[in-house]
């Protein structure tokens, strides 16, 4: 049937009469169409089918506040001018904002220059930060620590990232963008040329024994000139580009955080709205990198986390487990004390800084935001470049595409990186890019250097800083190192793993093949098991790996992948010792659903 229209759900892909892609409405059904789908009968070769494709001018991948900054400023150079692209989006989590994660303490700067008028236009950024701490924590002291420039937080707000992404997805569908969530981006298309051509979703209705069932749905092709790559920290497609484009030749490899998040609604006669507290060193020992956050929100709504840096040595050390330590603290104990938790989630984050900036244009296709790094992590911020890296895309898509000059195909936007380093982003990021990687030293090393940045360097020095082994090589022997023994949760402030992961939201359509993907099936048991002691199954804040008897082969173990509790942290991606897994998108709509926590 020419001219169909395919609606797509978790069940699969049917089709009606239409004629192109069209946009989620706005009460949330998500249809995708092809301008000539025809339907077809299934066969045994249904998974090697021809896929249905679309054309646009820009594609996007990813819908965060990069992905969406990117697609909102080449709208409005569209309005400007008189010019129309199309611009298409596509997002994997069911709703916008679904996957989102993050503090979030918000530096409106790239929002003040991307819409002036955001308080006007029913922003939900509305509590600004009134004050701000930093204590430096032993088991049973804090102690005060001045707030360097980099940290200050004055005008700054606290929000939840996830609404402010709902948001912004709503401001850019008002100019035109046409935004799919609900649609993974699970492949990278290429040009006879070796350019990137676009991306296809991936197929739908595939079970767990790697075949098509009677809902099975091939996925569908969407071609542009141009495909932006948006997929935060340690994007699955995005490391293929590394290695397709040797993106990262020259450059310091990524280091990475894993942030842990829940958040509390506490008692009334406790809660400081505006207020900020962070603190570094225990529970984590002086040779890693720690450090929590609590923000008073709103609605007596507290968020409150603990991020570990994913360089350290120790196998025994779980960063769940160190940020329910955390939470004992004297220092801020009596805020958990009464209240009730709600919400929980988990994410890794960007930590190398500038030296680990891979290049950002390449034949057809661009980096933005955290799937490039462009965090800072000195100020705990990445919301502000990202935005702004989305900008600076956004402003060199749409010379490219509206010149007289324009290519279908192979174009590269060497002009996006020249405004990069022309940028107050490269600034910031060049300022403080000695910082974290001091922190390799150890705490006090870090510190020390921190200070002297702050009192004298300024980021003046001629040096930059080297990252040394990549996060998983750091990882040690379990022979050579001594076991952590973490305390039983008091289920009142403390709580089990499974019990928090309850609060995530996290769900997966169960018969699929795990988006969790083992290279080498023997490693586990014979590497990881016996040399490591089983890291996976602390550093994973879902529960997702374990190791259970192996029926087949009495008195031996075996590891057990529990997707479904997946909450897309890609941790498992980047710690494991052996780089013997790999985050793949699973079936469209699965994962978390954060509400309060993004």
């Known amino acids: 049937m020419l001219g169909s229209k395919i609606v797509v759900g978790r069940t699969g892909l049917k089709f009606a009469s239409t004629g192109r892609l069209n946009r989620s409405n706005k009460h949330g059904s998500k249809r995708l169409a092809s301008r000539n789908a025809t339907m077809r009968s299934y066969s045994d070769d249904r998974l090697n089918a021809p896929r249905d494709s679309d054309q646009a001018d820009v594609v996007i991948v990813g819908g965060g506040p990069s992905g969406l900054a990117t697609a909102i400023r080449i709208k409005q150079m569209c309005k400007a001018s008189g010019k129309d692209l199309r611009v298409c989006l596509l997002e994997k989590g069911a709703e916008m904002g679904n996957h989102i994660l993050s503090g979030c303490v918000l530096e409106p700067r790239a929002l003040n220059e991307l819409l002036p008028n955001w308080k006007e236009l029913g922003s939900p950024i509305e509590t600004e930060v009134t004050s701000d701490s930093l204590h430096f924590l032993t088991e049973k002291h804090a102690i005060p620590l001045p ?171 779980s960063p769940y487990q160190e940020m329910q330590r955390w939470k004992q603290h004297s220092v801020h104990r009596h805020l958990f004390e009464g209240g009730k938790p709600i919400a929980y989630g988990a994410r890794s984050l960007n930590e190398g800084g500038l030296q680990s900036i891979p290049k950002l244009a390449f034949p057809g296709g661009a980096l933005v935001g955290c799937t490039a790094g462009f965090l800072n992590v000195p100020k705990i911020k990445g919301t502000h470049t990202a935005m702004k890296t989305g900008m600076l895309a956004g402003e060199s898509i749409y010379e490219a595409l509206t010149s007289d000059n324009r290519k ?129 199954s602390r550093f994973c804040p879902a529960g997702v790996y374990e190791y259970v008897d192996d029926a087949a082969k009495p008195g031996q173990k075996r590891l057990q992948i529990n997707a479904q509790n997946c909450l897309h942290c890609k941790t498992c991606d980047i710690k494991d010792p052996t780089q013997n897994i790999d985050y793949t998108t699973p079936e469209g709509g699965g994962g978390p659903a954060y509400s309060l926590l993004e």
């Open 147 to 317: 707030i360097i420039d980099t940290q200050d937080n004055h005008g700054n707000y606290i929000v939840s990232l996830g609404q402010v992404v709902k948001w912004m997805s709503e401001q850019a569908e008002q100019l035109g963008v046409e935004i799919f969530p609900g649609f993974p981006a699970a492949h990278v298309l290429y040009n006879d040329d070796g350019s990137v051509k676009g991306v296809a979703t991936g197929d739908v209705g595939i079970g767990k024994d790697g075949q098509p069932t009677d809902n099975f749905t091939r996925g569908l092709e969407l071609h542009a000139p141009i495909t932006v790559f948006a997929e935060g920290a340690r994007g699955s497609l995005t490391k293929q580009l590394f290695k397709k484009f040797d993106l990262r030749k020259g450059v310091e490899h990524q280091t990475f955080g894993l942030g842990i998040k829940e958040v509390w609604e506490i008692q009334p006669e406790k809660f400081q709205k505006g207020k900020i507290q962070h603190t570094m060193g225990w529970p984590v020992d002086m040779k890693t990198w720690g450090g929590g956050f609590i923000y008073h929100w709103k609605d007596n709504l507290m968020m409150a986390g603990y991020v570990v840096g994913l360089d350290y040595e120790n196998p025994y050390l």
């Open 408 to 536: 279908e195909s192979g174009m590269v936007l060497t002009q996006y990186e020249d405004r990069f380093r022309e940028s107050w982003v490269y600034q910031e990021m060049h300022r403080v890019r000695n910082i974290r990687p001091a922190f390799h030293w150890g705490t006090v090393a870090g510190a020390f250097y921190t200070g002297l940045d702050w009192l004298v360097l300024r980021g003046r020095e001629p040096w930059t800083f080297s990252h040394g082994a990549p996060d998983h090589a750091r990882t040690k022997k379990a022979s050579e190192v001594e076991p952590i023994q973490y305390p039983k949760p008091d289920g009142k402030i403390s709580f089990d793993l499974l019990t928090n992961l309850a609060r995530s939201g996290t769900n997966h359509e169960e018969n699929q093949p795990a988006h969790l993907k083992v290279r080498n099936p023997e490693t586990p048991v014979s590497i990881n098991l016996k040399t490591y002691a089983a890291p996976e």
